[in-house]
Every structure is written in C-alpha cells, then in structure tokens.
C-alpha cells in the first residue's frame, strides 16, 4: 500500500527556516495535485499549499503567502515545502497529501510531522 512519508519537521524559533519534505512510500502514485496541510491543537486541518505536479502551478493560503514555498522535484518524486520567517502560530503537525484529481478531496495522506516554532 502506496503511503507518503513526511520529514523535516523540529523545533526552531520564530524567524527561522525548516524545509519539509515528502515522498511516496510503498509504490507510486499517479498523482495530478499535491499539498501540504496542518492542523494545530485543538483546531480544525487548514489548507497550506498546493502545487499541480505536472505543470507546477502553485496556490497558497493567504497565511503563509510570501514566506512559505511548495515545489517538487520530479525526478527525485518528492514534494518540498520550505518555510521561512516562522511564526509562533504557525506551530503544528503538517501533513503531505496526494490526489489523481486537479481537483477536490485528496486520497493519499501522510502520517503528518511536527513543526514547532518557540523561542
């Protein structure tokens, strides 16, 4: 069973970087779209970005616009989401996800990797 493996998640403090990475674990996957998702305590999963893996276009939710950037690698099958000038707020689980649709629900979901931002 195809699943997705995040890494790059840790502790930094407000201001910093982290770059998280995510790649198919298992098999492949036919994906068209992928996204990053987070869900801090004890609020609801928020979209983060999403990219279309063919044609690169990217889409960002106005939070983290201007600092946070999603691209992939296609030759080494990974998705990248590097984060810059971290903030407090932006502390939470991330979660990659994968879809064989332009659009709508995604199908594959990986097992999420902590992000927390404090001084």
């Known amino acids: 069973q195809v699943q997705l493996v995040e890494s790059g998640g840790g502790l930094v403090q407000p201001g910093g970087s982290l770059r998280l990475s995510c790649a198919p674990s298992?098999?492949?996957?036919?994906?068209?779209?992928m996204g990053w998702y987070r869900q801090a305590r004890a609020k609801e999963r928020e979209f983060v970005a999403s990219?279309?893996?063919?044609?690169?276009?990217?889409n960002y939710a106005n939070s983290v616009k201007a600092r946070f950037t999603i691209y992939r690698d296609i030759v080494a099958n990974t998705l990248y989401l590097q984060m810059n000038t971290l903030k407090p707020e932006d502390t939470a689980v991330y979660y990659c996800?994968?879809?064989?649709?332009?659009?709508?629900?995604?199908?594959?979901w990986g097992q999420g990797t902590q992000v927390t931002v404090s001084s």
């Open positions: 996800a994968a879809s064989t649709q332009l659009s709508g629900e995604y199908e594959y």
């Open positions: 298992g098999g492949s996957v036919s994906r068209l779209r």
């Open positions: 990219i279309i893996w063919s044609g690169g276009i990217t």
